[in-house]
């Protein structure tokens, strides 16, 4: 079993690879310089024979290694050889100590490039690990092949975008109960003053509880419509629709406080650009766009741009920071880190956006847009 996982390993098996493939060369190597060295020894020997002389028949064979080593069976010491045995018997001696050497430079070689390929594979196999642990804020260094580079590199995104989640997953369980605890304090505080005959129950109190209620529904209802969205149970009933109907629509909606702001709404679209979509869950998504850009953008202008390829919702506000432009679709993500209610929703609607322009199979995304002013929302429709 320990023999079977030793070999399962990538750097043994590179090693042994190389280490036969170098083996397999040297023996084809001395079988090609046998032949070659005999046939030169024979032609030395007949030009010798043509000048008139005469080599020794036999002479007494010297080992010139202190041991015997098959396939190579060695005569005894003394024993009377021809001028060809002698000379084959010492090549191949010369040989065998040359292979000997290349083995044992094959094995060289063979560890050597097994610790090139796996030492990356370790250090990237350790990271893995750390990861496991919850060690997202490791980073591992490049190396000097561009190949593991890349994956390392990817390793590097990786625990990057983790290291993200894991921030804001923490910030979920204490936005969340902060988001629920304010207004059931204040429902508990109430009840608790009119048991004690401190408050009275009557309309206005009643308009305070209920607004409470209503605040909790809203939170409810906003989750649960998040968490469909996340687990697509609700699918897109798309038909053919005109987008510059929905937008006049949702303008309408909005006309008063989009006066009493004085934010202008520009549509460059022709008025029979249309797509293929769900209207009712195109029309939340311009809705919270609208809602958002009315509410924090302190914006002056809306413009609204459209074409086959991407519909592009921007305005000229005060932006989003670079770092959060990722992060503002993230839920219960908020710029503004008070909570209050007077500044800002749940943090969910833009996470709802995307869950719906994903649902449509869509992207979207935020930059900022040339001249630096206000923040662009891009609807990738391919």
């Known amino acids: 079993m320990k023999l079977n996982k030793l070999f399962n390993k990538v750097s043994v098996k590179v090693a042994l690879v190389i280490t036969i493939l170098v083996v397999i060369l040297f023996v084809l190597l001395n079988f090609l310089v046998i032949k070659r060295g005999e046939t030169a020894f024979n032609d030395v020997y007949h030009i010798f024979i043509q000048r008139g002389v005469e080599p020794p028949e036999r002479a007494p064979f010297e080992n010139p290694l202190p041991f015997q080593f098959f396939p190579f069976q060695q005569p005894g010491p003394g024993t ?130 209920r607004a409470e209620v209503d605040r909790l529904s809203e939170m409810t209802e906003g989750l649960q419509d998040y968490a469909h969205l996340r687990s697509q149970v609700i699918k897109p009933e798309r038909q053919n629709i005109k987008l510059k109907e929905i937008l006049d629509k949702i303008k309408t909606q909005h006309k008063k406080i989009l006066e009493d702001k004085k934010i202008a709404v520009n549509l460059n679209l022709a008025a029979d650009y249309s797509l293929t979509a769900d209207p009712k869950l195109l029309e939340r998504v311009f809705t919270n766009l609208f809602d958002n850009a009315i509410r924090y953008s302190q914006a002056k202008n809306i413009t609204i741009t459209a074409n086959q390829e991407q519909i592009i919702f921007a305005d000229d506000g005060v932006g989003i920071p670079a770092q959060h432009l990722r992060d503002i679709f993230e839920r219960f993500f908020r710029l503004e880190k008070s909570r209050s209610r007077a500044t800002g929703g749940l943090g969910l609607g833009l996470s709802i956006v995307k869950e719906i322009i994903e649902a449509h199979g869509w992207k979207i995304s935020a930059r900022i847009p040339q001249n630096n002013k206000g923040v662009e929302f891009v609807i990738d429709l391919k």
Do not use: C
């Open 80 to 209: 009377q050889l021809t001028p060809s045995e002698h000379f084959r018997f010492r090549f191949e001696s010369a040989l065998l100590l040359v292979g000997l050497a290349a083995l044992l430079g094959a094995i060289g070689i063979g560890w050597f490039t097994s610790r090139i390929v796996s030492r990356p594979l370790k250090k990237l196999g350790a990271g893995m690990k750390k990861l496991r642990e919850s060690h997202y804020h490791l980073r591992l260094e490049e190396d000097e092949s561009e190949e593991f580079n890349t994956l390392i590199r990817e390793f590097n995104s990786l625990a990057a975008e983790l290291q993200r989640v894991e921030e804001l997953r923490k910030n979920l369980i204490s936005d969340t109960s902060h988001e629920l605890r304010t207004p059931l304090a204040s429902l508990t505080a109430q009840l608790e003053g009119i048991d004690d005959g401190v408050l009275t129950l009557d309309k206005e109190r009643i308009k305070l509880l």
